[in-house]
């Protein structure tokens, strides 16, 4: 069913923070489509190989590009949907801007976080896990790489982005405690909004 006003949920926040699982999770019990940037990197990766994190930064910005070709191709089409990444305020927040003025869709986004030493400790965790791609995190047991992301947690990169529409913030540093239920009810009800 097309929608009159599609809704494009924006899963937002910084790594660690869970948005893969909740946005996998929003768009499955919305029965809604899912566009993940970390899908898109991991079908480059395996593609084009992977190796160092230069390479691994490169695949990210190319991810990033094709990933928002998909969502404009769903809006293009009336479709609303589910994108997730950590997504940089100053580059996406305009990208999301130009989206919305040009296919007059609703925006809600979903921002994600948590303690910043659970965010650090979990970004550490995964590395080495075997649970991720590697083409992720080449490197990572370098301290130079946890400290960047300290430096863009402290810096703001990873904060809300400043775009129109409602804004849930969940705290997913102990993820049972996290009211799922009450973000899905929220997507649910301005999907159904959206729909003639």
Same mark, same amino acid.
């Given at each position: 069913m097309y929608a009159s006003t599609p809704l494009l949920v924006i899963v937002n926040g910084?790594? !660690?923070?869970g948005k893969t699982t909740i946005g996998k999770r929003i768009a499955s019990d919305a029965a809604l489509p899912f566009v993940? %940037? &970390? /899908? @898109? =990197?991991?079908? $480059?990766?395996d593609t084009l190989g992977w190796k160092d994190? &230069?390479?691994s930064r490169k695949v990210g910005y190319a991810s990033i590009v094709v990933m928002f070709k998909f969502v404009e191709a769903l809006l293009s089409a009336g479709k609303s949907l589910v994108v997730e990444s950590a997504f940089h305020t100053k580059f996406d927040t305009p990208r999301f801007g130009e989206l919305q003025s040009r296919y007059a869709?609703?925006?809600?986004q979903v921002y994600c976080n948590a303690n910043e030493t659970v965010l650090l /400790?979990?970004?550490?965790? #995964? !590395?080495?896990?075997?649970?991720r791609h590697p083409g992720h995190d080449p490197g990572h047991g370098d301290?130079? @790489? *946890? /400290?960047?992301?300290? +430096? #863009?947690?402290e810096d703001g990169t990873y904060s809300p982005? &400043?775009?129109? !529409? =409602? $804004?849930?913030? *969940?705290?997913t540093t102990d993820f049972a405690t996290v009211d799922y239920r009450g973000v899905l %009810?929220?997507? $649910? /009800? +301005? $999907?159904? @909004?959206?729909r003639p």
């Open positions: 910084p790594p !660690g923070a993940g %940037k &970390d /899908d @898109v =990197k991991e079908s $480059l990766f994190r &230069d390479w869709c609703t925006l809600l /400790d979990r970004f550490e965790n #995964r !590395g080495g896990s075997g649970e301290g130079a @790489v *946890v /400290d960047e992301l300290r +430096m #863009r947690l982005l &400043d775009i129109e !529409g =409602k $804004l849930i913030t *969940v705290d %009810k929220s997507v $649910l /009800d +301005m $999907l159904a @909004v959206s």
